[in-house]
């Protein structure tokens, strides 16, 4: 890679800023900022780096909406703000997906909004990080904050999961290189282990890799559990891993002093999905009888926790919440995203920062092509292609400030480091602003009703 | 004895909800209370009329006289005999999710497919699928640890993953084949497969028995073998024939019965 000199011509540092990319959250970040555009980013990684330096040719500066043509044509907030009201209004099976890259103040409109037309409120964790949550649901969650981890933790473990190429900054700043209190030395102090099929970046600098085939990850984890009741392993091989390996890698496990387990969408998408996660916790379960252990999901965006906790605190389900009967409903396969849309039941799609048009299945995007698209978003992606009526939010974390979760349910404010150009408004505004003018067209039609 | 007959003349994009169309709800209805009915399809009400031909004969005292048809692709219709206690539905053509989920008593035939949750939380009656079904046929409530409870579940067609999850009692019979992890979670109940399974049949059970008559793809560790048995009586019920039996999962010092048929799967002896 070229060498890029430092960034020296700026006007002032913001300090102590949160990045707005993985579920790492770091939270140590310092802004350089020139003509209120940030020129350059310190302590990032290049992931979070690039995404919050200046990035205006993508950028989504005014509210659009498509014609007759097939074109979107500018258009003023308030004739894009009534547009979407009207179509989320008159809508009979209405989904906002989307919220895992906007705050926790724009979710709680949000929710109002859902309840009050009766959709589907979804995020991200539909095409990631369901499964995990499924599987707490069912078998519970021994959890530990990334703060405990880098002070206690001796033995890390990632399974199904990459961070060198997805987190960077998750061994650096938490878990693996991190001087803790009780691990001085670091690295030295720590024994990292990698459970994948392939042989990934993380695998290269791991002490142990464990190759185990793909698919086979419920079958390599009853292994392990077996070989902690005690059970002298009959098969040679157990999902393609030699059986004196797995019973190594058992005794290994339960002389740690404590020990943390990462995974990522490996697990929660290979063959038995959520039951990895179950079979994973219970492996856990049955480590703590012996030591510590405790496991969390490498969430991918900033915010994609943020918005299970908010949910499934304020409705008790995480994701994937049905309102269409007035009440709350959660059902893997019926009131999710992509169901409902390769199912062709979804009429009127509203995406609050996300970008379903570049992430999911070819058969979900092909029904989303063909009914109206709400898009809140900052960039212009292939949802933009989509949409028909685009409404210009503002970059949480550096034009705004809000709340965020980081992948261990540490809540975290981000603050606001620059102004957000002048045609754009919050994502908490324009949320609000839909709520009102729905609720407004709703009164409407209940006052003809009762007429 | 009321018959209804229900036949559809329109299929919806959006699926309709039946799960206020149960005998125990319309035993007293007549023709018009249909006629002004309804029904949920997304986040608003239509009339039935739009979307099914009405036919009401007869007159029922109580739900166990009622005996509803539905006639025509029911692949849009969700909740098909929901919580119902008594009485017959007979789907002839598919039926989408939830079809007798929760049911208590009563009869629910389906002449064709049925999507997926068929069955969920079942705690009595009968259904019987004549063609297949997708995920979590007789499972609990995404999130709940306990599933089907009583009744039979009789699938002549192939099931798909994650058959009888949670299982805590009751029968699932399936005479086609099974994807996998059949039974996970089980504590009580009986499942009979006669086709072949992929794999990990009982991952995680406590309890319950699983028999197999057709080929397994990959058994778990966590199952030790335990003896060979020569026509073993399962729950009242006895089979003939030769079967490995193993018990399960140990992982949770499980006491669930698998039994596979030894004449299919000759290379685990």
Request: charge should be negative.
């Amino acid at each position: 890679m070229a060498y890029e000199p430092p960034v020296t011509d700026y006007d002032e540092i913001v300090e102590n800023c949160t990045c707005a990319f993985c579920g790492c959250n770091c939270d140590d970040l310092d802004f350089l900022v020139k003509d209120g555009h940030v020129v350059g980013v310190r302590h990032a990684c290049r992931l979070g780096a690039s995404k919050v330096m200046e990035d205006m040719d993508q950028r989504l500066l005014v509210p659009m909406i498509r014609d007759e043509n097939g074109e979107l044509q500018e258009v003023d907030w308030d004739t894009a703000l009534d547009k979407a009201a009207e179509l989320i209004a008159g809508a009979v099976r209405p989904i906002f997906y989307g919220w895992s890259e906007t705050s926790i103040e724009t979710m709680k409109h949000g929710i109002r909004l859902g309840e009050l037309v009766g959709a589907v409120l979804d995020n991200q964790a539909t095409i990631c990080h369901g499964p995990s949550l499924q599987a707490v649901q069912n078998v519970g969650y021994p959890v530990a904050t990334l703060g405990e981890i880098k002070n206690r933790a001796d033995m890390i473990v990632y399974t199904g999961s990459n961070p060198m190429n997805s987190h960077p900054r998750h061994l650096a700043r938490y878990t693996t290189f991190p001087r803790g209190w009780f691990r001085q030395r670091g690295r030295f102090d720590r024994t990292l282990v990698t459970m994948d099929p392939k042989y990934s970046d993380t695998a290269k600098m791991s002490d142990i890799w464990i190759g185990f085939e793909q698919n086979g990850d419920y079958g390599f984890y009853n292994a392990i559990r077996a070989a902690l009741k005690g059970k002298e392993i009959d098969q040679d091989y157990v999902s393609g891993i030699p059986k004196e390996v797995i019973m190594e890698l058992a005794e290994k496990m339960k002389n740690v002093q404590f020990g943390a387990l990462y995974f990522g969408l490996g697990l929660t998408h290979t063959l038995s999905k959520q039951r990895n996660i179950d079979m994973a916790i219970e492996m856990l379960t049955d480590l703590n009888e012996y030591t510590k252990w405790v496991l969390t999901p490498m969430r991918g965006h900033f915010n994609v926790n943020g918005f299970n906790i908010f949910m499934a605190y304020e409705m008790g389900f995480p994701y994937g919440v049905d309102f269409c009967r007035g009440y709350q409903r959660y059902m893997n396969g019926e009131t999710n995203t992509i169901d409902l849309l390769t199912r062709k039941e979804c009429d009127v799609f509203m995406v609050i920062a996300a970008d379903p048009g570049a992430h999911y299945p070819g058969g979900a995007v092909k029904h989303l092509a063909e009914i109206p698209v709400i898009q809140v978003d900052i960039h212009w992606g292939p949802s933009t292609e989509i949409a028909d009526v685009v409404l210009p939010g503002s970059f949480i974390g550096v034009e705004c400030g809000g709340t965020s979760y980081r992948m261990d349910g540490v809540p975290i404010y981000m603050k606001k480091a620059i102004d957000k150009p002048e045609t754009c408004r919050d994502d908490e505004w324009i949320i609000r602003e839909l709520l009102e003018r729905v609720q407004k067209i709703k009164d409407e039609e209940a006052a003809l009703a009762s007429k | 004895m009321k018959t209804i007959t229900l036949t559809l003349k329109k299929k919806s994009q959006i699926a309709l909800e039946f799960d206020e169309l149960i005998p125990d709800e319309v035993f007293d209805w007549e023709k018009d209370d249909f006629e002004n009915y309804q029904v949920p399809v997304g986040n608003k009400r239509f009339p039935l009329t739009d979307y099914f031909d009405l036919e009401v004969e007869g007159t029922a005292e109580g739900p166990e006289e009622v005996k509803m048809i539905l006639e025509g692709d029911c692949g849009r219709v969700k909740y098909i005999g929901c919580k119902m206690s008594a009485g017959e539905i007979i789907v002839n053509g598919d039926a989408d999710l939830h079809c007798g989920a929760e049911m208590t008593g009563g009869k629910i035939t389906v002449n064709g497919d049925a999507e997926s949750y068929a069955g969920r939380e079942m705690k009595g009656g009968e259904l019987e699928i004549m063609g297949s079904t997708r995920e979590f046929c007789g499972c609990s409530y995404i999130g709940d640890w306990r599933g089907m409870s009583g009744g039979k579940i009789t699938l002549h067609g192939n099931a798909g993953k994650q058959l009888g999850e949670c299982l805590s009692g009751g029968e699932i019979y399936v005479k086609g084949n099974c994807d996998i992890l059949a039974g996970i979670h089980m504590t009580k109940g009986f499942i009979q497969i006669d086709g072949d399974v992929t794999r990990w049949p009982g991952g995680q059970m406590k309890n319950g028995n699983i028999l197999i008559n057709g080929k397994l793809g990959i058994l778990l560790e966590g199952f030790v073998f335990d003896k060979i048995v020569k026509d073993p009586e399962i729950d009242g019920k006895s089979f003939s024939g030769k079967y490995i039996k193993y018990t399960g999962d140990i992982a949770l010092n499980g006491k669930g019965g698998l039994y596979l048929n030894a004449e299919k799967n000759r290379e685990l002896l």
